[in-house]
Structure formats: structure tokens, C-alpha cells
């Protein structure tokens, strides 16, 4: 089965959401001693997911509109081994005290993101260095949740022996200083992307798009809450090579996305440098269906840091500041999951939906994303 020539916008939209992740998808990711964050909140400025069967609809010259959906949950959080992620617990019965040796509690999650990745995207027919040029500007809408709560690990230390009860209040003091915290409930404006755009016909059914995105700091944040729409008061440049293989009756796509970060001017933290692939396999079933499987490939390339020294005591109070590195992790993670497009008579317009699992994270959350991606031709 030969393969349709859609004009339909392939993804050269490197997003944010540490969309999440929001993918992403990403989330919020601090609690108590932030043993398992890596990146600041957990968080990264590309949508892990957001590329599927639109890295492979052929370009042309001409105005695209997408409109990305999704709705991401965590319930994990994964520490520098693999594993449930812990902290040492800094709180017995009576309140807050010096952290108990051998106390330690495990971390758990339940964080959301739902957010709207509305694109605009210009192909010109102009040409330089052979390659069609354009630009491309994405500024989502979304909805971030989290809640935190700690269980306590007494085993084999001085607070086995209490009675239940007084574990239970030790339990309870711990969530109840969490949830004062950590736990969060934001709508608004993420931070807006702007990109040139140079595409490349290779041949051979084969295209390459370039597209070397700046991410400006427009979201919603606040410096002394842990769960924001906009990232920071940073920016970050983000480059990005797209290839595509439109095959005859299947489909192959795979962009590679770097993010470097400036250092966030609101509480000196700067997140480490990113890598992103983003990979899907389509085949046709019929002349407007097409399934497949999809994923995408995510690691922090250097540590974070933190330079509290250009702040005055007065702001690091003001600002709720405080030393987040205590180990400097780097946060990875990968998913995979089935996907299916419909295709409009013939390529007026470009529906997909998808089912993405994240694995083997580590210093970060795990967790899954439903995405529902409309794209079309203007």
C-alpha cells in the first residue's frame, strides 16, 4: 500500500512539558531533603512524547496548526538506584527535630499534568543552503497537581518500639509538613518557544528538519512554590535534528533534542544539560488508519548546581530559598507504548492517539501519558 502525500506538519516542536513531562512530562519531584531530584522540581523543558506520526507527515510550503493534548500521572518516584525513592526523616512526634539516624521514609507521589501545546508553524518555499526555511512558536496551557506523603520506615531503628499510635503521629506530623510545603494545584501559561525552521528533502522518500529553539521564561512561577506552569526565571536553547523515512505502506521517525539551561535568577539553581530522542514505527492498515508503537529516550547529560551566594539572607528568607543539591544525581528515564492515526480524506487533517509508559526511571518520577494530537494544513 503506497503511501498518502499529506501536507501535514511534522513535529518541529521540541516542548516543553517537562510536559511534562509533561511528560514529560515530568513533575514536581522535591521532598524534604530532595534526595531523589535531579534537575530543579524534577522538571525539564521538552515534552517527552509530544513527536509521533507528525515527524513523518510529509512538508511542504504553507501554514500548520497543531493542537497537542495530554494527560500525564506519576504515582513513583524513583531514586539514584531504581528504586522507590527515600529520604532521611527530619520530624518524630513532637515536630520538627534534628534528622533520627537510620530514620528514613519512603517518598510517595500523586502528581498530574494536563496541558494544551497549541503550534503555529510557516514553511516558505525560499530556500537557503538548500533546505526550505520557516518558523515555528508553541505557548501551552496547562494544569500541574501534586501530593506528596512520606511512610516512615521504623524497622530496625530506636522508633520500632513505640506503640502504633505513636507512629501513626510521627506519620502524621511528617505528611502534614509535606503537604505545607510541597503539594501544589497551578493553572496557567507555560513558557513560550520560538524556532526557525530549515527542512531538508534528502530523498529517497527521507527529510530532515532543523530547528535550533529559544524558550523564554513567559510561564506562571513563583520562586518560593514547588509546583508552577512556567519552569523558571531562566531560559534555554534547545536544538534539534528530525529525520523521517516515509516508506511505502510504513513509516519511521526520530528527532533528537539538546537542551542547555541558563541558571535560574530567582534561586541560583541551574538544571543540568538534557537529551531527548523521540522514535515511532508506523504501518498503514488501510488508505486513513495506521498503527504502530512510539517512545522516547530521556537523560540528564551533567549534574545540577546551585549558587546561593549573590542572594541576601533577607531574600533567601523571603523566597522560602534553600540548598537543593545533596547529591548531585542526573535523572533518566524511558517509555514506550501503541499508537494509531486517522487520516482525513486522504490528509486534510491528521488525528492521532497514543498510550506512553515510562520505565527504569531514575531520580525522577515514573509514570504514563495519554496524548491526543489534531494536525492540519491551513
Excluded: C
Excluded at 499510635?165 to 501544589?184: E, F, K, L, M, P
Amino acid at each position: 500500500m503506497s503511501h498518502p502525500r499529506l501536507s501535514l506538519q511534522p513535529a518541529l516542536r521540541p516542548q516543553p512539558l517537562r510536559a511534562l513531562t509533561l511528560a514529560a512530562s515530568a513533575v514536581v519531584l522535591t521532598l524534604v531533603a530532595h534526595h531523589a531530584g535531579a534537575a530543579e522540581n524534577g522538571l525539564q523543558r521538552y515534552s517527552p512524547g509530544v513527536g509521533g506520526s507528525d515527524m513523518t507527515a510529509p512538508l511542504v510550503p504553507g501554514w500548520y496548526v497543531q493542537a497537542p493534548l495530554v494527560a500525564y500521572h506519576a504515582n513513583k518516584i524513583k531514586g539514584n538506584d531504581g528504586k522507590q525513592a527515600t529520604s532521611a526523616t527530619p520530624i518524630d512526634a513532637q515536630g520538627p527535630v534534628p534528622a533520627q539516624p537510620g530514620l528514613r521514609s519512603n517518598i510517595g507521589i500523586d502528581a498530574d499534568t494536563y496541558a494544551l501545546l497549541p503550534r503555529i508553524t510557516y514553511l516558505s518555499a525560499r530556500r537557503v543552503l538548500g533546505a526550505n526555511v520557516g518558523f515555528t512558536a508553541m505557548l501551552p496551557v496547562m494544569n500541574r497537581r501534586a501530593n506528596f506523603t512520606a511512610a516512615p520506615n521504623f524497622a530496625g531503628t530506636p522508633y520500632a518500639t513505640l506503640l502504633p499510635a505513636v507512629q501513626n503521629q510521627v506519620t502524621s506530623n511528617i505528611n502534614a509538613r509535606i503537604d505545607a510545603t510541597q503539594d501544589g494545584d497551578q493553572t496557567g501559561l507555560g513558557d513560550l518557544e520560538v524556532s526557525p525552521v530549515l527542512h531538508w528533502e534528502i530523498g529517497d522518500h527521507q527529510a530532515v528538519t532543523f530547528a535550533p529553539t529559544v524558550v523564554l521564561p513567559t510561564g506562571n512561577y513563583n520562586v518560593s512554590r514547588r509546583v508552577n506552569t512556567g519552569y523558571g526565571n531562566f531560559y534555554t536553547f534547545r536544538p534539534s535534528v528530525q529525520y523521517s523515512f516515509v516508506g511505502d505502506g510504513w513509516d519511521v521517525g526520530a528527532r533528537t533534542v539538546f537542551s542547555f539551561n541558563t541558571r535560574n535568577k530567582d534561586n541560583g539553581y541551574y538544571s543540568g544539560n538534557m537529551f531527548n530522542l523521540d522514535w515511532q514505527a508506523m504501518a498503514f492498515v488501510s488508505d486513513d488508519w495506521r498503527v504502530g508503537l512510539q517512545g522516547y529516550f530521556v537523560r540528564q547529560l551533567s549534574r545540577d548546581t546551585q549558587n546561593l551566594s549573590g542572594f541576601s539572607s533577607t531574600e533567601i528568607t523571603e523566597r522560602n530559598l534553600r540548598k537543593e543539591i545533596t547529591s548531585g544525581n542526573k535523572s533518566s528515564v524511558n517509555a514506550i507504548g501503541p499508537a494509531v492515526g486517522w487520516l482525513m480524506n486522504g490528509g486534510e487533517m491528521m488525528v492521532e492517539g497514543k498510550f506512553l509508559r515510562e520505565f527504569s526511571a531514575r531520580n525522577r518520577t515514573e509514570g504514563q501519558a495519554f496524548w491526543l494530537t489534531v494536525s492540519k494544513p491551513l
